[in-house]
């Protein structure tokens, strides 16, 4: 497990050019990505066949996007990944049904501050959506890769993991200097040019540098040149060499304190450019105050004689910063004997990953995902950005799992900070209920959204037993769980009481309910499209009790199965094994499909009961056993 407490100083890191700025009041969240439309993207067709996904996405919060593997994950990840700021362009495999004349779209509908709706649309041609949102993509870099040998004749295929290299910096700036000669600019200033400080001293302050890049203070920096300005600043250069030459240092910044510092606060953009450099950590030899006009002047000047090469300069400062940043942040991640840290090649800063067998798999992931991250860092830099991170959480262990979720929950926390709204979707197969116990859960409300919804016509009836069996006080509990919810040789008689309670009253006799089950799995084993999913659920798992209780040959052990052993089927059939029952080990599998779906969990959201269940048996492997159940196997 990476040590949480070297996790704050690793991020601070790259923050610090941040930390200066003033923030702004956290954005009024009614910005919402409301639908996201995909046709002809890997699985997604179109037509019929395209998708279109209702999420209500809200900014700033983690979001589950929840579906089983092979139901659109991958493809909402390729769209965005596909995307430029131009168009869509999809290698041939990433086409649906690798055919390119199925031209691909992305659309977004967009809820904007003032509660507007716009529609983004990105194809193979343009893209609107670039325009409001910056995107990125994060997934797993491993890749299996085989390597043949030929031992006369004959090939020997070895297999490996490979890691892909990722660029950092896909273009590493040019190292420039600035046009500045300390003794040029004493020999230019006059008699009492002592005032001046050394601008080398400085220039390896980036965080400095890397502000003054920013438009804002580009354009301060820009209306310096403002006649007004110079004037001022020519006027004040005057006064000051009135005095004599002979001045220590400390006696013209008394002298500027006492007589100019009104005038200098007064000079417009000179002003905000001292107050720009008071904010960093750079010598301020006699008075802070009047130092940072020292240094506001000259800076000033040194970007008037070549905007263009300054500007340079910041990007170089910027890559620099970043550069010994990234060095310290890898190395600190880094508990492998492996050196591990960014490397120039090729004009472009790489991390380079050790071998897969050199590293445990928690710390590739960790580290895969946290370059990943530091690179969304620098491509989203818009109002508005989506981070898409493609089933990074799903093989994590706990620590890594934690690790990973509390830089993401820092990657959020930044934005909001930055006045910007960021949405993580989070694309994942496994239980929101998994991530809720951990980091997530704790510091920002989960949202879950599900890829597939259900279309079928989940029985309202059925909703409301399972409600009422969850109820500790409810009359019908046991009866529910031993005559519905499991298989019995005997009937359930309480219809009186359903009819009281407001449950489906004929469900409360006879076999009714089981016939409602056979009905639903008779569909679902024809291959219809809808069906109950909760239904089937159950009526698998009353089937699995049902043919295992067959096996049992002495009526006392008969007996204890059914009466014994009441609302667990795995309690059942590991008490069928101990009295010499071979029970097939796909019924303990299925229990994935039965113990979570028959155990309500939201009462807000039937979703997140039927969601899950809907993509298990879409499974074609636990559609096979499914099967396999019904024929008695």
């Known amino acids: 497990m990476i040590p949480l ?45 395209a998708k279109t996904f209702n999420l209500n996405l809200i900014p700033n919060k983690p979001s589950l996007v929840i579906a089983p593997n ?65 995107y990125y993509v994060i997934n797993s870099p491993v890749k299996a890769k085989g390597v043949g040998q030929n031992f006369g004749g004959r090939v020997n295929v070895s297999a490996s993991l490979s890691i892909d ?143 263009a090469n300054f500007k340079a300069f910041c990007n170089r400062k910027e890559y620099e910063f970043l550069k010994i940043n990234y060095a310290t942040l890898f190395e600190e991640l880094n508990t492998t004997w492996v050196t591990f840290c960014p490397k120039e090649t090729g004009g472009k800063l790489i991390l380079n990953f050790p071998k897969a067998h050199l590293i445990s798999n928690g710390q590739r992931d960790v580290l895969c995902f946290m370059a990943n991250l530091e690179k969304a860092k620098l491509k989203l830099k818009k109002r508005n950005c989506i981070l898409i991170i493609d089933e990074v959480f799903d093989y994590l262990d706990d620590a890594n799992l934690i690790a990973v979720q509390y830089y993401t929950t820092l990657f959020i926390e930044k934005f909001k900070a930055e006045n910007r709204n960021i949405y993580p979707l989070i694309l994942t197969h496994l239980d929101p209920e998994y991530f809720k116990g951990h980091v997530f859960g704790k510091k920002h409300k989960l949202k879950t959204y599900y890829l597939i919804k259900s279309e079928a016509s989940v029985s309202e009836h059925l909703i409301k037993i399972l409600k009422e069996r969850n109820k500790s006080t409810s009359i019908l509990k046991a009866d529910i769980e031993k005559y519905l919810l499991h298989y019995h040789i005997n009937d359930i008689n309480r219809r009186a009481d359903f009819q009281r309670l407001g449950l489906k009253p004929t469900w409360g006799e006879g076999r009714n309910f089981q016939n409602y089950l056979d009905q639903e799995v008779q569909k679902f084993l024809n291959d219809e499209q809808e069906y109950d999913p909760l239904a089937v659920c159950c009526g698998v798992r009353v089937q699995i009790e049902k043919n295992v209780y067959d096996l049992i040959t002495d009526t006392e052990h008969k007996q204890s199965f059914l009466n014994q052993y009441i609302s667990g089927t795995g309690d059942k059939l590991d008490f069928a094994e101990r009295i010499g029952v071979q029970v097939n080990e796909s019924y303990y599998f299925l229990g994935i499909l039965y113990n979570e779906a028959l155990h309500w969990k939201d009462e807000k959201d039937k979703n997140g009961n039927i969601a899950p269940a809907m993509g298990k048996l879409k499974n074609m492997t636990l559609k096979r056993l499914v099967k396999m159940v019904f024929k008695g196997n």
């Open 70 to 134: 092979g139901f659109g994950k991958s493809s909402f990840a390729t769209a965005f990944k596909a995307m430029n700021s131009e168009k869509i362009k999809l290698d041939k495999k990433e086409y649906y049904k690798e055919l390119e004349t199925n031209l691909p779209t992305l659309k977004l509908k967009f809820r904007r501050e003032d509660n507007t709706e716009i529609d983004l649309i990105a194809t193979a041609t343009s893209n609107t959506i670039s325009s409001v949102f910056d």
């Open 165 to 307: 290299d990722i660029i950092l910096i896909d273009k590493i700036p040019k190292n420039v200097a600035l046009a500045y000669s300390f003794t040029n600019s004493k020999n230019a200033f006059g008699n009492c040019h002592k005032i001046l400080l050394n601008l080398n001293n400085i220039f390896n302050c980036h965080s400095l540098f890397i502000e003054l890049s920013e438009s804002e203070n580009i354009k301060i920096l820009d209306r310096t040149n403002n006649s007004r300005v110079q004037t001022r600043i020519s006027q004040f250069k005057q006064r000051l060499n009135k005095n004599s030459s002979t001045l220590s240092r400390a006696a013209l910044v008394g002298w500027i304190k006492n007589n100019e510092i009104k005038f200098l606060n007064e000079t417009p953009y000179v002003s905000e450019l001292a107050q720009l450099v008071r904010k960093f950590d750079i010598t301020f030899p006699n008075d802070k105050e009047v130092d940072s006009y020292i240094y506001a002047i000259s800076i000033s000047e040194i970007y008037l004689v070549d905007k």
């Open 5 to 49: 407490q070297n996790e704050i100083i690793n991020l601070r890191m790259f923050y610090v050019c941040f930390v200066n700025k003033t923030l702004v009041a956290i954005i009024d969240n009614n910005t919402m990505i409301k639908t996201i439309e995909i046709e002809n993207i890997k699985g997604i067709g179109s037509g019929s066949d």
